[in-house]
Every structure is written in C-alpha cells, then in structure tokens.
C-alpha cells in the first residue's frame, strides 16, 4: 500500500514570498490533516478536512494561510506571504475515518524561510 | 484543553540499557494514546498505541501501558540498541474531530 506523498521535500523561499505544497494521501482515506513542526517541538495541527470540507482550522493563521483539498482527495497547502517564523516542516497525515484513531504521516515538507 | 507533556531530552544510553520515557496527559472524556517515533530524515510513525485504560500497547520491545489514575502512558524498552536512536513523540487523540495533540519529543541517543 501507497504511503502519504508530500512535495516537495525541501524548500527556500525569502520572506514575503509565498510558497505551496502538496499532498497525496493513503487512497480511500477520508480525513487528511496538515500539521506544523517547529524544529524542537511536536507538530501542531494546522487544519483537518473531511473528505473535501473542513473540520478543523482553529490554529491555521487564516490571514496568511490557506488549503484546499480537491475533490476529497489532494490537498495543497499555501502560505502567502511567508515569515521567517514559518520556517518549519509542514507535515501531511491521513485517516481511514475520524472514527478511526491512527494517523499515517508523510515524510513532510521542509521549509525554510529567509 | 487538552495537552500531552513529555520528559524532556536528550536522553543519551548505551546499547541494551533500559529505557523509560515519561508522558503525562490531560484530557477530558477518554482518548486514545500513542507513541509516534522519527527516525532521522523520516516521516512520523505510529509505534504503539492504546485507546482505553490499562490497555499496554506494544510494538518491536517497545511498551507502554494507559493508566487513567495517573494520567500516564510513560515507554518502556528493556534493551535498546543504537538503531532505536531517533525522537519519540507522545500523542493523545480523540474529541469529536479526533485530531493527535503532541507533546513536545524527546530525543533518544543510544551508544554502541
């Protein structure tokens, strides 16, 4: 079975500028998350969907933050204009179901931001 | 709200020492508990996990048991090798939305 498939795997962008990436989840998985790992801490959710709609973005920074999941399948996740806080990996899961109680993670996106 | 908290790092030991990493959560209802570990240049995966009390999850001599009078689910291994080296992350999940709060990792360093 396919795992979780982020790109890409590194990117450097200046600050101000902006930046997406993407995801392919495990086939059939419904729910997909975007977590935020700061180097030093655990991955914060971002924003979780539900097939195509969302369940959760109460930490995404909506002003500077967005995603998409098209068709309740791929997703991007775009940041526009990047900070230098931002720097961080940007990490995909996915869920057979919210019932379900194990997430499947990507090997994520690193991104740095100068 | 809910929140994990994790013994902090690095945890340096030799190769076959014992290991004990501490977790503690707080949380309302009853969620389920992980252990996810990183492995340098890899994606997080799932170890172990336990979705009620005093369930012990278990996985390659890895263990940790739910304890709801504490508020535990602290990672046991009885002989670590060097290749266990990696940051191990504990996690509680559940909710109406079931997303995975993180404790902060604790980095595992073994020495041959």
């Known amino acids: 079975e396919a795992g979780v498939a982020q790109s890409p795997r590194y990117k450097i962008i200046e600050k101000r500028q902006s930046v997406a990436f993407w995801c392919n989840p495990i086939?059939?998985?419904?729910?997909l998350y975007w977590y935020q790992q700061i180097l030093g801490q655990g991955p914060k959710l971002l924003i979780q969907f539900q097939n195509n709609g969302v369940v959760d973005d109460s930490q995404l920074p909506k002003d500077r933050f967005s995603a998409e999941r098209l068709k309740g399948v791929d997703s991007t996740l775009k940041i526009q204009p990047a900070k230098l806080e931002d720097s961080a990996v940007y990490l995909c899961a996915s869920n057979p179901s919210v019932t379900n109680t194990e997430a499947f993670f990507g090997q994520g996106t690193r991104l740095t931001v100068v | 709200g809910n929140s994990v908290t994790q013994m902090e790092g690095p945890v340096t030991l030799s190769e076959e020492a014992f290991l004990t990493i501490n977790c503690t959560y707080t949380a309302t209802g009853y969620p389920s508990l992980f252990w996810y570990v990183q492995y340098p240049g890899e994606g997080l995966q799932l170890l172990l996990k336990a979705t009620k009390a005093d369930d012990k999850g278990s996985n390659k001599g890895f263990e940790a048991t739910y304890r709801k009078e504490t508020t535990s689910f602290h990672l046991e291994k009885g002989s670590v090798q060097v290749s266990d080296s990696a940051v191990y992350f504990c996690?509680?999940?559940?909710?109406?939305?079931?997303?995975?709060?993180f404790g902060t990792g604790t980095l595992l360093a073994v020495q041959p």
């Open positions: 086939s059939g998985h419904a729910t």
């Open positions: 996690a509680l999940g559940g909710g109406a939305t079931n997303k995975l709060i």
